[in-house]
């Protein structure tokens, strides 16, 4: 044992490599996908080997026989062509075989989830067309010769087989190891990267990745787990998650390094798939990271247009700083010295966490001068945030004639480009 939870294997012998494999595929905590480039090279040798045979035509339709190997392990898995899919199956009264089987196959990049036949002491596993397009390219292969077999013989319809092949063939552009992410615009227009199965063991897998990434769940993403049944569990990747997985890409440990580009470089392969405007926000999300921290307050000048009006904001000076409000709520106050229009003010905006999605939300309050209202205040405050982070705030008229300014996340993520504010905001969202 070394520090924490590191440790070293030493194995000698003719069979040393698949012995090494052996223990790292069968970790309870990376199950082998997270290895370095040296011990992979060393183990090349007796990673996943597929193939098939046996190629039939059943009374059920065309069946062919699948054989996945991996270290001296070796399984036939029963392949079927489907009415309206393609399907992959294995099962047997020994539970531990098919648990064995589902951990074989998920080092081919599928996540099959073991099952037990009901009224029956028969455990099996399934894995239909789309989560075998989300294999490993040896399998993907493998499935396409047999579609292909299987049309050559005139035992499948040409334009069937030729939907299947696309699906497999796209599969390629998904990087190998990873899950077939959902990378989209919402309703609302906001930029949502989820993973969903209906297999806790999959989940956990993906939860796990991001912790060995560095990552932190509650802040980067969260998890919520399968309720038993078809109901699915997902694994969301919140903004701050994919921004700081593009930091970490840059300035982590090597390992982070190398994990967290690999995710950053398959989200946007899934982004230019769902179209440019899924992958300028993806590509947007990613460089605003990289920016943090690269720009500072003091001397910033800008115009900026409110409501058809323009302003001229110079910044004096500002900084950040979280403490603790009634009921030991952590706060989070951003103070800004500026002028707009050539009226100065101190101004602060106040963020915390509300509601029951822990949502992040930051208010200003626009007060009256000698020479003005509350309301060319709060338009001088609304040009100043928008200068700064590029997005317009909200203004509130309250019922007591108070006049409240409210920033969002995307607002605290343009502060968060400058500075004097970076590492307090970075403080506090991990502390929320």
């Known amino acids: 044992m070394k520090e924490g939870r590191y440790y070293n294997i030493t194995a000698s012998g003719e069979n040393a490599a698949r012995f090494m494999r052996l223990l790292a595929v069968t970790a309870p905590s ?5 290895l370095s480039e040296k011990f992979n090279e060393f183990v090349k040798a007796s990673k996943v080997e597929v193939r098939f045979d046996n190629i039939r035509l059943t009374k059920s339709g065309v069946a062919a026989d699948l054989t996945i190997s ?3 392990i070796t399984i036939k898995y029963n392949v079927y062509l489907r009415d309206k899919a393609i399907e992959l199956e294995f099962q047997s009264t020994d539970r531990s075989r098919v648990e064995h089987a589902a951990r074989l196959l ?3 990049g599928i996540g099959a989830e073991v099952k037990k036949r009901e009224g029956r002491d028969v455990w099996y596993i399934k894995a239909a067309t789309d989560m075998l397009a989300a294999g490993h390219e040896k399998l993907r292969k493998a499935l396409a010769e047999i579609v292909r077999r299987a049309v050559e013989n005139g035992w499948i319809d040409a334009g069937k087989a030729e939907g299947w092949l696309e699906k497999l063939e796209e599969g390629r552009i998904l990087k190998e190891g990873w899950p077939k992410y959902l990378v989209r615009l919402s309703s609302s227009g906001a930029f ?3 993973y969903q199965s209906t297999n806790p063991n999959n989940i956990q897998r993906e939860a796990q990745r991001f912790r060995e990434m560095g990552l932190e769940e509650g802040v980067h993403f969260s998890v919520k787990m399968p309720e038993g049944g078809n109901k699915a569990g997902y694994v969301y990747i919140r903004r701050e998650g994919l921004a700081h997985a593009a930091w970490l890409s840059v300035h982590g440990s090597e390992e982070q390094r190398k994990l967290a580009a690999e995710f950053v470089n398959y989200i946007l392969q899934r ?3 769902a179209g440019k405007e899924v992958y300028d926000r993806a590509r947007e999300v990613i460089d605003e990271r990289e920016l943090r ?5 003091k001397g910033f000048e800008k115009e900026v247009e409110v409501d058809g009006r323009k302003h001229k904001v110079k910044v004096i000076d500002g900084g950040a700083e979280f403490d603790e409000g009634r009921g030991g709520k952590k706060l989070l106050r951003i103070k800004i010295t500026a002028e707009v229009d050539g009226v ?3 101004y602060m905006i106040t963020y915390g966490r509300y509601g029951a999605d822990n949502a992040t939300r930051g ?4 007060r009256a001068g000698a020479s003005d209202d509350g309301e060319a205040d709060a338009e001088r405050l609304s040009a100043l945030v928008e200068a700064l982070t590029g997005v317009k705030p909200r203004i509130y008229h309250m019922k007591n004639g108070a006049i409240i300014i409210v920033c969002s996340r995307e607002h605290l993520e343009g502060f968060a480009r400058y500075a004097e504010l970076a590492d307090a905001i970075k403080k506090w969202l991990l502390n929320t």
């Open 30 to 34: 990376a199950g082998g996908e997270y």
């Open 70 to 72: 991996e270290a001296n």
């Open 106 to 108: 998920r080092h081919a």
């Open 192 to 194: 949502e990267v989820k």
């Open 271 to 273: 982004a230019e798939k």
């Open 293 to 297: 921290g690269t720009l500072t307050l």
């Open 344 to 346: 100065r003010r101190n």
């Open 363 to 366: 208010f200003a309050v626009a």
